[in-house]
């Protein structure tokens, strides 16, 4: 770690801050138990994905103009979203002011606590004696690796998983269709409601035949679009997002 | 034919409305995706395989001119009549230009995705000649006066009771026998007669090889050889990027398209084609059909690269529960969400929409093209022609104020955090997002915004 304490800007996505805060807080918490200081910029709206994946370019350089110069004075900017990491981090316009810079400076969570901390150990010990089947995020997956996707040939590797490992007595599954998508998709889950509800039903009943207490993942917005469904079917099992957990707050 | 008209959504809603039947669809095509899986795997130099042969392509795109003259020289040398089209109209004219010249009455017709795209079948039956497709699932949807549902497995949409019911009454099979190999056996016995009776025999081109000018076509049936070499007369169509370099290059695709296809290491029959058979003739017809502007298109040139697989279409998440007659283009899926867009953004606007960006099929796609991408660069060539679905473009434009105004931002949060609890049940489960079957979100008492002032903000 640097002599000077590294400044982290807290980046949280919109849909988190007005509609699971105590995911913001999770993560906040999680950050500042490792001894960092954390900021959050308050002038922060959306990343603009809404408005690139519905092909509004010009709305969505705008917004990444907004966030390069938000965010330009800290160390590192850090979100409990693999999506939302995504679009800032691969899809905006490479031209941005201050992007260039910037880019590499973002993180999604577990990307940061294991690439930038390289964390052996959780800042408190976390015992959840549960079974939790994780739920691969697409962007995350795909975009940010964080997993090995199903269709590539290649070594088989999980960030979700080694973090997790960290957990005392946690049992990790996943679904027999490990990484097919829930069916949100952003403007998606309205747009097509149908195709959506039914990906999400299908996604469920998979981590459900897992055993599985908990569905767990680092995106928001996949968890509330089941939990949406889960709440719809009075099911038990439950969604959590992987901050959760590390910080302890879903053991208690 | 197919219905160009469908709005994805909408058609998706009706599909699902049969649950076990869109669930048993979405089983049996993942089913081939898990066959791709497993016989991908046992090629340890796969993704080498996939970045080859994207750079094949990449290659043999970008010198596109210079291959297919080579290609044309090298057939003609070899005996072949090549002709060109610059359009699906173009194209059928040619082909009825030589089948009427030999007087053609019935024509057999090996798959081919080109000449549902250019809407053969119909230019040639209103001329009087008879058309037989002659792969199986293609025979299926000709005598259901359907479209194929998709590019590899034409009938994949039907369960075998329904094609024993069509069989029976197109074909006399016994009713209530839907047992898959006496249907199989009844549609065989009945093309035999025609490939015999056939007077010209049309297939598609999987890999056009410039080196030799011989065109490769690979099926699992057989059936584009018999309609090759039994009618005197050959009619191979192909678009125009369907050209690799040399021989060589073959094998790295032929490796790649039966195991991203059906999950096979190769098809059943990879035959090539160089001359006529000795007495007939053999004539290639090189189409372009808006091809040429694609390849023009630096954020779509990519698609171009397809070797028409399918697997993109087997991965997909919302194909597989949606099938492909809720697209309005003849080629479904992702593959077909770009290629129909780029040929007329407003009518296929669509099928732009109906991806929730997952990625699934840049990673299964033999060439690397990058799928996903391109339908979300398709969805800014909608929101400029003001092809989005009604409403949509206000509601875009009104986020994009509000992102430069973080207190109306936070007020638009808090208003409805405020009435989202207070909605009549009624109201609620009418909103688009909890109608067919999930509950909005629950409300929080506050925004982090407002905790972070309460909890952490320095004075």
Redesign the interface.
């Known amino acids: 770690m640097p002599c000077e304490p590294m400044k982290i800007g807290l980046f949280?996505p919109?849909h988190?801050?007005?509609?699971?805060?105590?995911i913001?807080?999770a993560t906040?918490e999680l950050l500042e138990a490792y001894g960092l200081d954390v900021d959050?910029p308050?002038?922060?709206?959306?990343c603009?994905q809404?408005?690139?994946?519905?092909?509004?370019?010009?709305?969505a350089a705008?917004?990444a103009h907004?966030f390069s110069q938000l965010f330009a004075g800290y160390d590192y900017v850090v979100a409990p979203s693999s999506s939302c990491v995504s679009h800032t981090a691969c899809h905006y316009p490479p031209h941005t002011p201050g992007y260039a810079a910037l880019q590499p400076r973002i993180y999604e969570i577990v990307e940061f606590l294991q690439d930038v901390l390289n964390v052996s150990a959780l800042p408190k010990p976390v015992y959840f004696p549960h079974k939790v089947s994780i739920h691969q995020s697409?962007?995350g997956l795909?975009?940010r690796n964080h997993a090995t996707?199903?269709?590539?040939?290649?070594p088989y590797q999980s960030r979700l998983e080694r973090i997790l490992a960290l957990v005392d007595g946690i049992t990790l599954t996943q679904p027999q269709?490990r990484?097919?998508?829930c069916?949100?998709?952003?403007?998606?889950?309205?747009?097509?409601?149908?195709?959506?509800?039914?990906?999400?039903?299908?996604r469920i009943a998979g981590h459900a035949a897992t055993g599985a207490e908990f569905i767990v993942g680092a995106e928001a917005s996949c968890l509330?679009?089941m939990?949406?469904?889960l709440?719809?079917q009075h099911g038990t099992l439950r969604t959590l997002h992987i901050v959760e957990i590390l910080n302890g707050k879903a053991a208690a | 034919m197919k219905d160009d008209s469908v709005n994805?959504?909408r058609a998706?809603?009706d599909f699902?409305q049969d649950h076990a039947h869109?669930s048993w669809h979405?089983s049996a095509i993942?089913w081939v995706r898990h066959k791709r899986?497993v016989q991908?795997?046992q090629?340890?130099e796969?993704?080498g395989l996939r970045e080859l042969a994207r750079q094949i392509k990449a290659h043999t795109l970008s010198h596109l001119d210079v291959y297919l003259q080579e290609f044309e020289a090298k057939a003609r040398a070899n005996g072949v009549m090549v002709h060109w089209a610059a359009d699906a109209a173009e194209h059928n004219r040619i082909v009825h230009g030589i089948l009427a010249a030999h007087s053609v009455k019935k024509l057999v017709k090996s798959k081919s995705m080109l000449t549902e795209e250019c809407g053969l079948n119909p230019y040639l039956e209103t001329r009087g000649i008879e058309v037989i497709d002659t792969d199986l699932g293609e025979r299926i949807v000709q005598l259901r006066h359907e479209a194929p549902s998709h590019i590899v497995m034409p009938a994949i949409h039907l369960k075998k009771e329904q094609i024993g019911e069509l069989f029976q009454r197109e074909l006399g099979t016994a009713a209530g026998n839907n047992d898959p190999t006496y249907l199989t056996h009844a549609a065989r016995t009945n093309l035999r007669e025609h490939f015999l009776s056939a007077d010209a025999g049309l297939t598609g081109v999987n890999f056009a090889i410039a080196e030799t000018g011989a065109v490769v076509v690979c099926t699992n049936e057989g059936n584009a050889d018999l309609g090759a070499a039994l009618p005197p007369l050959h009619i191979a169509s192909m678009g125009l990027e369907k050209v690799i370099p040399k021989l060589e290059h073959l094998s790295v695709f032929t490796r790649l398209l039966a195991r991203s296809a059906i999950g096979s290491p190769t098809t059943t029959y990879t035959s090539h084609f160089e001359r006529a058979r000795p007495g007939g003739e053999m004539h290639i017809v090189i189409v372009d059909n808006g091809r040429s502007d694609i390849l023009g298109r630096a954020d779509f040139y990519e698609s171009l690269r397809c070797i028409r697989c399918g697997a993109c279409m087997n991965?997909c998440?919302?194909y597989r529960?949606?099938s492909g007659f809720s697209y309005s283009y003849i080629i479904p899926g992702p593959i077909g969400s770009t290629l129909g867009p780029s040929r007329d953004i407003k009518k296929h606007a669509s099928m732009a929409?109906?991806?929730?960006?997952?990625?699934?099929c840049?990673?299964?796609c033999p060439v690397k093209i990058p799928l996903a991408d391109q339908l979300?660069a398709q969805?800014?060539?909608?929101?400029?022609a003001g092809a989005?679905?009604k409403g949509?473009k206000g509601g875009?434009?009104a986020?994009?104020t509000?992102?430069?105004?973080?207190k109306l931002?936070e007020l638009a949060?808090g208003a409805?955090?405020k009435i989202v609890p207070i909605l009549p049940e009624r109201l609620n489960s009418a909103i688009?997002?909890?109608?067919?079957?999930?509950?909005?979100?629950?409300?929080?008492a506050?925004?982090?915004?407002q905790?972070?002032?309460q909890n952490?903000?320095k004075p």
Request: with cysteine.
């Open positions: 949280i919109c988190v801050n007005a509609l699971t805060p105590h913001a807080i906040l959050y308050m002038a922060q709206t959306c603009g809404p408005l690139f994946n519905n092909g509004d370019l010009k709305g705008a917004a907004r697409c962007h795909r975009q996707a199903s269709e590539l040939m290649l269709r990484d097919e998508c069916g949100f998709g952003g403007t998606f889950c309205v747009d097509e409601a149908d195709v959506s509800v039914a990906m999400g039903q299908d509330m679009h939990g949406g469904i709440r719809h | 994805h959504a998706a809603r699902l869109a979405d993942w899986d991908a795997a090629l340890p796969w993704e991965t998440p919302v529960r949606s929409f109906a991806c929730t960006t997952c990625g699934s840049n990673n299964v979300v969805r800014a060539r909608a929101f400029d989005m679905a949509k875009v434009l986020l994009r509000l992102l430069g105004h973080p931002f949060g409805m955090r688009p997002y909890s109608r067919p079957g999930r509950e909005l979100p629950t409300m929080p506050q925004s982090f915004k905790w972070w002032q952490r903000k």
